[in-house]
Every structure is written in structure tokens, then in C-alpha cells.
């Protein structure tokens, strides 16, 4: 049974273009079934949409910034996704909260990658609440999505140093290389079960 793979950006797509390199480097296709079938944006300047291009990887925008409401907004979304019959949603840098109904909807196959040791640091800033709060290791976590935000069972987590003369750019940077070992890896667990 095919399994397609759609991933969800909002900017530069650096997760995406390692789970794509991953699919083809550890051959998702033959031994999974699974293709990378779309890279969706809600944001049409995304720069990754452009890098999946080059990769032959169909792409697609659902511009927030249409939409009245976020039901509205996640209702196209939806029928975006579902057009390519995934079973397996991926947010790569996906900057939207969702509604209880699309999670819903994808309940047991949509993944998204945070950038802090969940539970700690849900939201935004991670980076800079981490130092501010004197943590000695930072990191990242890959989890199943629920209706509550950053908050699903996790699957897998990268660790990473705070260094002392650390700043959220330079933390971010660190922490956003293992996401890019961390999420094709989990990603491959996910397909493997
Ligand atoms: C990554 O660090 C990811 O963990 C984070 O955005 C960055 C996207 O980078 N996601 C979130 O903050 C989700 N709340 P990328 O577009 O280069 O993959």
C-alpha cells in the first residue's frame, strides 16, 4: 500500500529538504512504500517551496491570509492535504495553531518537530526562554499532534549543549542541525512500525 508523505512549511524548509534527502538516501520508496507526494505552504514567499520544486515535488499554497477564520483556513487546508490521500502529515516548520477539527481529522498521522525539550518551552521564542531560564542542555522533539498545543505523545528527541556566550541565534542553530538527523529518523520509525 502506497504511503504518501505531505509535508507542511512556512519558510525556509531546511526539515523538509533533509526528510526529502533522507527518502531518497535510505530509500523510503522501495523499502516503505512511501514518497514524499507535496510540500503545501500557508505562506506564499516560503522559500521551501521552490527547493521541493527543484526536487520535482509538487507543491501548493493555502494563504492564511485569505481566510476569514481559522476553520475556513483549515478547511482548505484539508482539502489540499487530502488530495494527495496522505498517511502521513508532516509539519516542517508548519507557524499555524490548527483547530481541534483538522487535528482531529488527521488523528494517529500528523508529526510535527518543536524546537525545545518538550514539555518545557511550548510556543515561541524557545530559544531565548531557554538561556534566559539558565538551561544547560537544550534541544528539539519530534511528537504526534493533539489539540493542545506542543503537547502530543512524543516520539523522539535531540539534545543538545547551552553554551555560555550561547544567543537564541546561535543556540537555534545548533539545536536546528539535529532536527534535521532527529526528524528523517523518526520519520523512518513512523513508516517501519
Ligand atoms: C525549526 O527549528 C522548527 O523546529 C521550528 O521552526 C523551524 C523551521 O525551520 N518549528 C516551530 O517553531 C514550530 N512551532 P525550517 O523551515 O528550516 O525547517
Redesign the pocket.
Known sequence: MPSNIVIL??????????IVRAAAARRWQARFGARVAAVLSNRPE?A?LALAREQGIATGVVDHKAFGSREAFDTALAAAIDAHAPSLVV?????RILTPGFVAHYAGRLV????SLLPAFP??N?HQRAIDAGCKVAG?TVHEVTAEL?HGPILAQAVVPVLPEDTAATL?ER??SQ?HRLYPQAIEHWLAR
Open positions: 512549511i512556512s519558510g525556509s524548509g531546511s526539515n523538509m529538504t533533509a516560503a521551501g509539519l516542517a516548520g508548519f507557524m510535527n518537530i518543536h524546537p510556543g515561541l524557545t528539539a506542543d537555534a539545536v536546528l532536527e
